[in-house]
């Protein structure tokens, strides 16, 4: 019922940039919050950043001041901007959205698919 597409990821060297996207589709009523998250080998997923319906962001202490997020409320994307990457970046990331889906508004808890980032030294 509801799909999340995820796309940017990619190899780069460290100090290089890339741009995660990711694009909800299907039966939406409402998005709440957006969030990307990281799960490098081995260790659990964590929060990177989140932002919420009034565009406050929040980031993770390990990537402010260096990654970005911002949300289309008319493409009900949201997108990660990672400047300044280091190889203790690599990981894959997964973009989650909170959102209420018609018919019935409930409540519905989705994740993309994965995209691996490689950041080499």
């Known amino acids: 019922q509801v799909q999340l597409v995820e796309s940017g990821g990619g190899s780069v060297q460290a100090g290089g940039s890339l741009r995660l996207s990711c694009a909800a589709y299907?039966?939406?009523?409402?998005?709440?919050?957006m969030n990307w998250y990281h799960q490098a080998p081995g260790k659990q997923r964590e929060l990177v950043a989140g932002?919420?319906?009034?565009?406050?962001?929040n980031y993770a202490d390990s990537v402010e001041g260096r990654f970005t997020i911002s949300r289309d409320s008319t493409k009900d994307a949201v997108y990660l901007q990672m400047n300044s990457l280091k190889p203790e970046d690599t990981a894959v990331y997964y973009c989650?959205?909170?959102?209420?889906?018609?018919?019935?508004?409930?409540?519905?808890?989705?994740w993309g698919q994965g995209t691996l980032v490689t950041v080499s030294s």
């Open positions: 989650n959205i909170l959102m209420q889906t018609f018919p019935g508004w409930e409540d519905f808890d989705a």
């Open positions: 932002i919420n319906s009034s565009h406050s962001a």
């Open positions: 299907g039966r939406i009523a409402r998005i709440n919050a």
